[in-house]
């Protein structure tokens, strides 16, 4: 699978290319130097992680897994790395927002989950169907889900297999938006706007790093944290009258 | 009665500490000071089954006063800047700490520190009016009194990152079903409500 980096108008887009799903033939997808460096690029306001066609990644490739699944050692430190990948998008210090059409499963999901953000297609289609196949999600989507949904929900969708459509998934706060498919590009745009539209970049950096401060790091050491960027928030650049 | 920007009253084994700056009841440098001084003093002598927070007249609190905030920020001796906001945060975490229930009755606005003040409560009731938001991006400025840590580990990640990130406000019902509030209740019984609350959590201890 080939992952496409783009910076446009200060939208950074990361695309996963593999068509026609998409499906990722390897836990670590991607180069941890030059996603890392891609995120921390100071001239971005915002990343995009998109599938290059109609669908966002179906997951792993099933086949490869298999083949992968007979060196055990190499393919269990492989998840653990790849794992490490999504925490780049999880703790990047701008929003990073899914834009999802079509097939957002298993891993395809796993990895959405670990976005800020999910704006869903019309037409999409998410789950975590791995106990289906006998597995269980191994890309973090047990945990991931935590966030976004409450713990029962997240129980009844890994064990349930089930897939959802977008409306669906919207009722249960695995996505935050549902647009039409047509739409997606300029939603997501419009989506990113309403969040740092006029806003310093290092505003958003310093909120976005204290906000990930509150699960890494234990509360009062989150919050020394916290006034400290705080400080340099204000030294900055400080309007007293709302504009 | 003094005529301090808080006010501490017991009633019924129940603790009600009082913003008493109306209409605003804004945190400016003599409300933080006066919390301290609440904390340091009053607070540990406390021995109640429960606390309730709340505001005086129609608002919670409308948050901190911007343009004094300004100045300290900018002030030139080393520590006196973060000082001030370390020792907002522990007195606000003191509340967080407590080992009775502790529950904020928020009626109007509830912005910026103000909704720190409530997060930092174990417990929120909100009246129908109420209007919650973090709006300190707005100014140029983030959340610096455990917004940005609470909040998330309150409504979730990804919407504590939407509402800081756009500064917005939300009213009663949207803040019930993000879970930013426990519940929504006319204003009139917020108080009967907080108090029903801290009888049904105690009443076995």
């Not at chain 2, 509830?110 to 919650?132: D, F, K, P, V």
Request: aromatic share 6%; charged share 20%.
């Amino acid at each position: 699978m080939e992952v496409l980096y783009n910076v446009e108008d200060g939208i950074g887009r990361i695309t996963l290319s593999n068509p026609p799903h998409n499906t990722l033939t390897h836990p670590v997808f991607a180069g941890r130097a030059q996603m890392k460096a891609f995120l921390d690029d100071p001239s971005l306001r915002a990343v995009v992680v998109r599938g290059a066609g109609r669908h966002f990644c179906a997951g792993a490739d099933l086949e490869c897994l298999g083949d992968q699944l007979a060196d055990p050692d190499a393919i269990h430190a492989a998840l653990d790395e790849g794992k490490r990948l999504l925490d780049l998008f999880r703790y990047a210090t701008v929003p990073v927002i899914a834009a999802v059409r079509g097939s957002c499963l298993g891993a395809g999901l796993e990895l959405a989950l670990a976005c800020h953000f999910r704006v869903a297609s019309a037409h999409a289609l998410i789950g975590l169907p791995e106990t289906g196949h006998g597995a269980m999600p191994g890309f973090g989507g047990t945990l991931l889900a935590q966030d976004t949904i409450p713990r029962a929900g997240v129980m009844s969708l890994v064990l349930s297999g089930r897939e959802f459509g977008a409306e669906e998934a919207l009722g249960l706060g695995l996505v935050d938006r549902v647009v039409a498919t047509k739409d997606l590009d300029t939603e997501v745009e419009r989506f990113i706007d309403a969040l740092v539209d006029n806003r310093p970049p290092s505003l958003v950096r310093a909120v976005m790093e204290s906000i990930h401060n509150a699960d890494r790091m234990p509360r009062e050491e989150a919050l020394q944290r916290e006034t400290a960027l705080f400080m340099e928030v204000a030294r900055e650049g400080f309007q007293p009258d709302t504009p | 009665m003094t005529n301090d920007p808080i006010q501490l009253y017991e009633s019924n084994g129940i603790a009600r500490l009082m913003l008493c700056r109306p209409p605003r009841n804004e945190m400016d440098g003599a409300f933080f000071q006066c919390f301290a001084r609440f904390r340091a003093s009053v607070l540990p002598g406390l021995r109640v089954r429960g606390l309730i927070v709340s505001g005086q007249g129609r608002h919670f609190s409308s948050g901190a006063n911007v343009a004094e905030l300004k100045t300290q920020v900018t002030a030139n001796e080393e520590g006196a800047r973060t000082a001030f906001l370390d020792d907002n945060i522990a007195s606000f975490d003191a509340l967080a700490c407590l080992p009775y229930p502790v529950v904020a009755t928020v009626g109007g606005c509830c912005l910026g520190s103000g909704l720190e003040l409530a997060l930092a409560c174990n417990y929120r009731i909100a009246a129908r009016n109420a209007l919650l938001g973090l709006p300190e991006v707005q100014f140029g400025l983030m959340p610096g009194c455990g917004g940005t840590v609470r909040l998330p580990r309150l409504i979730g990640r990804g919407k504590a990152m939407e509402m800081i990130l756009t500064g917005r406000s939300v009213l009663a019902d949207e803040a019930l079903s993000l879970g930013l509030v426990d519940a929504v209740v006319e204003r009139r019984a917020l108080a009967s409500t907080a108090e029903l609350l801290i009888d049904r959590l105690t009443a076995a201890a």
